[in-house]
């Protein structure tokens, strides 16, 4: 769904936007209680991390380096270890890469593996095997599937690309989605660019959200029919061609029912795709989206002293049931068409839960400036303003004014807001927040946040997204209190700012890729996983937030530093992530990147639809 952009303010709504602000207070007054914040008891979540009371447990980061004194130094010296390993499986010849996949994946790569090894050299690619770690993820249980029936489910399904003797066609259910035509266009330049793929198809879910949830019970049993049968076959047995799939052309296969259900509630469905032994599976389940949001007001779950040391880990809603109650894909998404059968879909991002195989996102292939952020990519970082600027809609799921609350776009504006924060430290309870605990957050700005945070901060919604009304309308009455509208801001302006927070919509967030490109800092939160998390790393090439936004604060004090109390920022650490971002952004991340990895996850899936993949292999 394209983000809907605000009109210019007029003066009339102006002037009901400050008869709104003046009336805030108050009904903020109302609207409370003088309590001290609730507690709320999340199920699996230590006591010390909920109530802020006592002191979390001193830990190390999974591999120390002290550097400097600050959690964040160590945590940028442990990453900075991991990242030159990464450095160091680069392969330089095709030998070496074939050698660096059977080694990694415990098979032969699959036919062509050549050809798509020169067309990587080629377009100047990088070349590490961690790289396509996703395409495995994503592919390896269709190993536990006959081929025969995931190739007629591909077949089938109504959404597809297809490949036949290198010509690449695309059918869907109406004369043009966008999307599907993005999709069609990146598989075409595959072969335009002298790539070489074979008879496939590749069904496509249309929709922006992730649907398939498939009992991980269910995946563990492909699981273990895959390694059982990896083996790298020995040359003489060695089939080197793919089938044409002519015949599926000429018979068709009846069709199957992928049993979407568009019923809720979403998070029931989706904890099956959970480790029987995750926290989410054993987390109760939480309908009741009225009351406060289930906040720590601790360090957040897995932190290294409150700051994320572990991506993968604090991006899982497996391992956050907390995130139920957080997230608009939980709370209530736009729309739900979920299944638990499995078969193949691809789609441009998921949640760690899901089964579809990821594609660079479409999004990411326009020109559009909406997402790519146009030619512009910022000033130099000396230029920008010390400040964190967002702006964008209130997306994330259908907000009513029943679970706004829960929220992730709206919680993010409203702990950045300095009038939220200057009431919530005057001890009032935000609707929609908790402010971290001094005991465990040792801020330098602590009692004073909102003065320091109106210094800098400079994030609002663009559109409330209110339901029910009219989406012309960008205010809301529910939310009008809480939120000040303000006009879009092109993410060339935005580039004025040193710090730009990417927080997920209704489902990733499409200008990542821009952010990461651009001259400034990005601060990222999500639960989604995409083509290329294997190829960043967290506070080397951007800079990792919490979902509950807990850490905000020390993040921005430890850049920015704060004047008021005369403490001094790490400007320059800000500045080399920044500009670390955008190098690798432009090493890893080109266009030619997301169509050597194309090229490779379309060989893999046509290989596991093949009838005779067990020995399919490349020869050298
Ligand atoms: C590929 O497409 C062209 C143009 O539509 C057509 O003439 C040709 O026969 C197609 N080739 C195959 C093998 O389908
Ligand atoms: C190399 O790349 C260029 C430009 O993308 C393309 O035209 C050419 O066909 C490619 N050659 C090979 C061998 O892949
Ligand atoms: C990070 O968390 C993931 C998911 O729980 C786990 O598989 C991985 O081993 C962890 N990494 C480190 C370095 O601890
Ligand atoms: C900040 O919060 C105050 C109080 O809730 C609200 O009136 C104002 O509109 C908010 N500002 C923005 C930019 O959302």
Redesign the pocket.
Known sequence: MPLISAPALNSRFTQL?LA??CS??LL?LLATSYDVPQRFHVPGVPSWRQSGTAKPPKTTPTHSTPAGDHPIDRLIASAQKDFDALLTRETHTLEDAARAYRRRRGRRPPPGFDKWYAFAQNHSALIVEDFFDQVYDDINPFWGVPAKQIREQANTYIHRVSVRSGNVTQRTDIPQRDWMDLWQDMIATVIAEGGWLPDVDVPINEMDESRMVVPWEEIDGYMATERKERKEVSVEQLKTEYHSLSDLDIHPPADFDPGFNGIGPYWPQVVVGCPPESQAREAYIDTQFETPPPLPTGFPDHSYEGYVQNWTLAKSPCDNGHLQGLHGTFVEPISIANTKKFFPLFGGSKLPMNNEILLPAAMYWTKDPFYSGGDSHGTSWSSKEDKLVWRGSASGGRNKAENWIRFQRHRF??MV????VA?AESGLT?PNFVLPSSDSYPLASAGAVAPWLADWS????VHLLCFPNDYNLPTCPYT???????KALPMSAQYSAKYLPDIDGNSFSGRYLAFLGSTSLPIKATIYNEWHDSRLVPWIHFVPMDNTFADVYGIMEYFLGNDRVGLEGHDEVAERIASAGKKWKERVLRREDMLVYVYRVLLEFARVCDEGRGSMGWAG
């Open positions: 936007v709104a602000a805030v207070v903020w504006v409203s807001n300095s009038t939220s009431l935000p400079d994030a609002a919604v009008d209190p809480y939120f000040h509208v303000a």
